[in-house]
């Protein structure tokens, strides 16, 4: 029997790889492409554990080289679904009492093998699979997703360690349990971090899991389903189903013992689901925590007192990075008039520079977005910026479906601060700027906070303090993650805990304790050591 109080690992942020030419990872990491892209993997539905095939059978391709055909994956069904809801509660007594320390030990035992022995595995399947860049794809795949995993049981352990005051003869504790029923995760498909977080974190806290990855994501998601079982998850704590989205709310998200919802992706799908959920509370056997980080309409704002030069950084990096498929992508602008023209021309001079191609070619800063829908749905965007009397396209607007799902970066400037592409998400490498006298400070800032329904992340540019006081406060509601003088993606675990308001979500903060909060179900016990025997109360007494 253990009865130690256990000090966990401190942890701290895993260190990255910088793939420079000459260097050993760059080496062992280009060896892995070349293996994995000599492979097509068969993945399987799991459930309890075991590998399911079933007849129906879908595709995963290189969005970069989309008849390059990486694996194919057996897509759930109805019987699966349930299976897995089954599978998932014959596992949760045994899981939710299991010793805590075991269960941090085997999430603690994955983030090692994710950042050693299976770090080129795991960052070559996110590259292939989902066309990230060496750099992007090492900060999610093995830094973020290894932060996830150690921080979410630090954060487990300080949520046990919060204890109520007791008083003499009263001894009073909480114990944390495990929600009522099973948690269902979906999954995005443009971070393999997130992936990998969405069943972990409720599972750390003791949680059973229903996890339905994006299939534009799904081999590295297998991996690190893999990754799970090697490290000792148990048969049935999480069950990784591929599926249709419409088929798990029929059969899933609609079954009473379901407690938990954790999802990362589109405002719509979330907004359907939460319906969904209204629809049949009545039929729950709990109410469900749902927890949701959708979309964002990110902005920068700069100042007149701004440097320009950081601005042009924050905008190309902040826009372009992963083909803007981030939901803290920089996709609109406020640039003062009386910097406009450096701006104009450092923002057109740096974008020329951008290379876009095959993500195996190192010397490229942008892959491909993920698939054909996406592909449609950016170009229309750009289609209508350039027919369009209030815009004007400065810098790329091209693109090819030919070999790989290329977008040239895309800037527009508008004269309309709130035109089409300054309003809604777009989820690509598309930026437009607004350019605003520099008279016209408050009712530019109105926009920027009204324009969009959004509030994920947004940044501000100034050297004035005066200045920079005043925009974080009139900003306040604008944005869950808020940069000074930085561009507005890169949250990191455990620094910028991640997440939005309005339209944005639930603003649970991932990489957090509050997430992790959400998925326990506390119970406080008072203990009296000294109980009266007594029935009266002294004010009955007579005077």
Known sequence: MSNGIYNIPTPTNEPGNTYAPGTKERETLKAELERQAGLEV???????GEEIKTDTVKQVVMPHDHKHVLATYSQAGEKELRDAVEAAMAAKESWSNMPWQHRASIFLKAADLISGPYRDVINAATMLGQSKTAYQTEIDAAQELADFLRFGVDYANQIYQMQPDSMKNIWNRLEYR???????????????????????????????VVWKPATTAILSNYYFMRILEEAGLPKGVINFVPSRGSQVSEVVLTDPRMSGFHFTGSTSVFQTIWKTVGENITNYKSYPRLVGETGGKDFVFAHETAQADKVVAALVRGAFEYQGQKCSAASRAYIPASMWEEVKNGVVEETAKLKVGDVRDFRNFMGAVIDKPAFDSITSYIDYAADSEEAEIIAGGTYDDSVGYFIQPTVIVTTNPNFKTMTEEIFGPVLTIYVYENDQLEETLTSVDTASMYALTGAIFAQDREAIMHLERRLSGAAGNFYINDKPTGAVINQQPFGGSRGSGTNDKAGSVFNMIRWTSPRIIKENFAPTTDITYPFMDEE
């Not at 068969?42 to 309890?48: A, F, G, K, L, R």
């Not at 495990?178 to 974190?201: C, E």
């Open 178 to 208: 495990a929600l009522d029923g099973f948690v269902l995760a979906i999954s995005p498909f443009n971070f393999t971090a997130i992936g990998g977080n969405l069943p972990s974190a409720p599972a750390i806290m003791g949680n059973v």
């Open 42 to 48: 068969e993945i399987p539905v799991i459930i309890n």
